[in-house]
């Protein structure tokens, strides 16, 4: 409140007030979201990251001041948080009394209302009445301290309350303090640094001793001290009294810590080898390359096969997708080759005779293989054919091997069945009884010839003497020993013949004589 006369003063009370230089406190907070970390390309990436709580308040890279960023995709995060750091203001809460700082205003040396009925003048005290009378009791702003209540002059841009500090270059402060109105109308305050107004003109609200806190926020740049103030924009002399407590200056420190979230490689030069095939019952050598890759494995679909050998021997049953897999710092890569199991063909024929003559044997072979549409025949004889069926005609009697191979597509299967060729005339039947009687029946011994070329026969008696010989296919025996009918018994023969083919039969056996 202002007075409109001035008393005299009863006493003069000097104080010397000496700046306060405190040192400016470095930022040295640190925090960690976690390390750098990597996932497999191709599989989803599911991962948190966690703000610094105790560091609040904190932003992400996206603007989300969320406490959990989820990442889904590969990138670099980062948090930047804030933490105010230690006041570097000396004697801020007024617990030294009028020390640390200085002031274009004077301390109050009395008057008709107390210690600071004059404008311009202030004093360090705990209760707002003790500095003038016509101010209503409160306290300082935690209830149990000093302040500096002020009676302020209509003067702009003077200083209330300034302090130098030490400062740290390029490093954010926060200006604070609390103020509350001791009469009606409201002061007008602002903020100052090195002679620069700070933020807006501020005013306590008109509730008198509402403590309200006002800051404004500065970078120090280049400067590496300030001096900082709170200075009267007030040009009225009325009201325009107010008190202050719990000044602070401190730095405000950030921090940001970043996570690289990559992509893992993946391993190179990977093969499975090249698709392939092979019947069924058969087995085929699989070839895999790892590549850059350090374990590897297969697999197979349908499941039931798997291997950790590069190069597996399999015999798929049906058609069948081998999966190679190839692994580097757990993320795989992976290559099929497909193995097509082709069904074998069943082989099989029959024989039928349908030539059996003095000159020739032919048989007809008769494919009855299954799942087969090409065949190969191998006769025994040299020859060969590619019917399904076939008449076949041996010229030399045997015993031969015949061999059907019977083919599908991609497969082939075999049956032999061995055959035994014989011409009829190479068993020809001699008679044992003869009967040389002149009934014009049985009358003589000779040798057919309808299957041989030429023959040679001897006939000889029991003791072993020659008793009849001839050459050639028109000879006989009439039972007559040189004109002489023979006696009737056993005779004993021997024929060497040849047939038309070059073949060549030794026969011999007994002929009884009967007339």
Request: charged residues 10%; negative net charge.
């Amino acid at each position: 409140m202002k007075s409109n006369f001035i008393l005299p003063q009863l006493a003069l009370f000097l104080f010397v007030v000496v700046p306060c230089t405190s040192y400016a406190q470095v930022c040295n907070f640190t925090y960690s979201l976690g390390g750098d970390t990597s996932f497999c390309p191709g599989s989803p990436i599911n991962y948190n990251l966690t703000a610094p709580s105790a560091n609040a308040p904190y932003l992400w890279d996206n603007g989300s001041t969320a406490a959990i960023r989820h990442i889904s995709n590969f990138g670099t995060y980062y948090c930047k948080a804030t933490e105010i750091g230690a006041d570097v203001v000396s004697n801020g809460n007024f617990s030294a009394g009028s020390t640390g700082f200085t002031s274009d205003y004077n301390v109050g040396t009395g008057g008709t209302w107390g210690p600071i009925s004059v404008e311009g003048t202030y004093l360090v005290t705990t209760n707002a009445n003790l500095a003038h009378t016509n101010f209503q009791h409160f306290t300082d702003h935690t209830g149990a301290g000093n302040m500096m209540v002020v009676n302020g002059s209509g003067s702009p841009n003077q200083s209330v309350w300034c302090q130098t500090i030490n400062v740290s270059q390029n490093t954010d402060y926060n200006f604070s303090a609390w103020v509350a109105n001791c009469v009606v109308p409201v002061p007008l305050l602002q903020f100052s640094i090195n002679g620069v107004t700070l933020g807006a003109v501020f005013s306590p609200p008109t509730t008198v001793g509402l403590w309200t806190k006002f800051s404004a926020n500065w970078n120090s740049g280049t400067n590496a001290n300030a001096v900082i103030c709170i200075v009267n924009q007030n040009t009225n002399v009325a009201g325009n009294d107010f008190a202050l407590d719990d000044i602070f200056f401190q730095p405000i420190c950030t921090f940001t810590d970043t996570v690289h979230v990559t992509s893992k490689p993946l391993p190179t030069l990977v093969d499975a080898g090249s698709d392939t095939s092979l019947c069924i019952g058969n087995s085929v050598q699989l070839s895999a390359n790892a590549g850059t890759g350090t374990s590897f494995g297969w697999s197979s679909i349908p499941s039931g096969f798997s291997s950790t050998v590069l190069d597996p021997i399999v015999s798929p049953v049906v058609n069948t997708a081998y999966i190679f897999s190839s692994t580097l710092d757990g993320c795989s890569i992976k290559d099929t080759i497909f193995v097509k199991a082709n069904t074998l063909p069943n082989a099989d024929f029959i024989v039928t005779t349908v030539d059996s003559s003095c000159s020739s044997y032919a048989v007809e072979l008769s494919s009855i293989s299954t799942n087969a549409n090409a065949y190969y025949w191998q006769f025994g004889d040299g020859l060969t054919s590619n019917d399904s069926s076939v008449i076949h005609s041996y010229t030399a009697s045997g015993e031969f091997t015949v061999l059907l191979t019977a083919f599908n597509t991609a497969c082939a299967d075999t049956q032999t069945i061995p055959l035994k060729v014989i011409f009829s005339g190479a068993d020809f039947t001699l008679p044992n009884v003869f009967t040389p009687n002149g009934d014009a029946s049985n009358e003589q011994f000779f040798v057919p010839k309808e299957c041989i070329q030429s023959a040679s026969v001897s006939i000889y008696n029991r003791w072993g003497v020659l008793v009849k010989k001839w050459e050639g296919l028109d000879g006989f025996w009439d039972g007559k020993i040189k004109g002489n009918a023979a006696a009737d018994g056993v005779y004993y023969y021997v024929v060497d013949a040849s047939y038309a083919n070059g073949e060549t039969t030794h026969q011999y056996g007994t002929i009884s004589l009967y007339r």
